[in-house]
């Protein structure tokens, strides 16, 4: 049976492991909040007392951590997958990470004999339960068609982008229309409701017109009724925008628009949104955020 060592069990990470164990994988889990192992362990996984721990033995290493700082600590720190990962091991990376940073993981892991790949999601809590997410890769082909029974447990489609940090690249791309159309749609909803619009109606013409896509579906509801309970964090969507910015600089392109939002995005975690879900930005532009 394959062993995957599964890192980060965030609300995102428990579904996609989840998913994994459902397929017939074995796993080796490891999480800062130990409580989050608890269901695992019922289930037959290995709880760990580190990433070191869990990544020894695997087959394939995955992990779903919040950010750079956070993936330099479970891979190239004293306890990091990569001090026991033995060699011909895979490290998937599905966190979103700067393309600097998942070159400097993939050189270490290399260094070690161990393969990697960069393997962001887009998608969300329900797209993670539902293995309706889709993976943008880098990396190497043939390790890419190795990876891929873990992508099929875990998504609709998987799609190789190109070599190392090309999946993070077109990840950070992604995010950013994401950031920009919230809070686009944040804007259109304020001014719906300043002016009396009626709100199904609102909703109707605006997920039918030219504009519509998924996020009108799922954050027009939320603003209306302020509910904001988090499918994707706002404090992350700041991050991944003050990410995108650094790759802009780094290819020397003006980016105006995303600037813009990225400003919002830091007004409204600086108000404490950070924890709620990145429709919240509609509180930012409502100017409700200073009434809270």
């Not at 996609?16 to 459902?22: F, K, P, V």
């Not at 709880?47 to 695997?58: L, N, Q, R, T």
């Not at 980016?255 to 409204?268: E, H, T």
Request: positive net charge; charged residues 20%; aromatic residues 4%.
């Amino acid at each position: 049976m394959t062993t995957i060592a599964f890192i980060g069990l965030g609300a995102m990470g428990s579904a996609m492991a989840a998913n994994l164990r459902g397929a017939g994988f074995a796993l080796r889990v490891w999480s800062r909040d130990r409580a989050k192992c608890t269901a695992f362990a019922r289930d037959g996984g290995v709880v760990c007392d580190s990433a070191a721990h869990a990544a020894a033995g695997a087959d394939f290493i995955v992990s779903m951590v919040a950010d750079d700082h956070a993936t330099r600590a479970v891979m190239l720190g004293d306890q990091g997958g990569l001090t026991t990962a033995r060699r011909d091991a895979v490290i998937v990376d599905c966190s979103t990470n700067t393309p600097a940073m998942v070159r400097e993981v993939a050189a270490a892991a290399a260094a070690h004999g161990v393969l990697h790949l960069d393997a962001p999601v887009s998608g969300s809590i329900p797209q993670a339960r539902g293995r309706e997410l889709v993976f943008m890769v880098g990396g190497d082909a043939a390790v890419f068609e190795r990876a891929r029974p873990l992508f099929d447990a875990m998504g609709r489609m998987a799609r190789l982008m190109g070599g190392s940090g090309a999946g993070a690249t077109i990840k950070l791309i992604n995010n950013m229309l994401s950031g920009t159309m919230n809070a686009a749609i944040a804007e259109a909803i304020s001014v719906a409701q300043a002016a009396g619009i009626d709100q199904a109606g609102a909703m109707d013409i605006l997920t039918e017109g030219a504009a519509g896509c998924r996020l009108m579906k799922t954050k027009i509801p939320k603003m209306y009724a302020r509910e904001f309970s988090p499918q994707f964090q706002l404090g992350l969507m700041e991050k991944d925008l003050r990410y995108f910015l650094a790759l802009a600089q780094e290819v020397d392109r003006p980016v105006p628009i995303s600037s813009l939002v990225r400003s919002q995005m830091q007004a409204a975690r600086r108000a404490e949104l950070g924890g709620l879900d990145v429709s919240a930005i509609f509180l930012q532009a409502s100017g409700e955020v200073a009434r809270r």
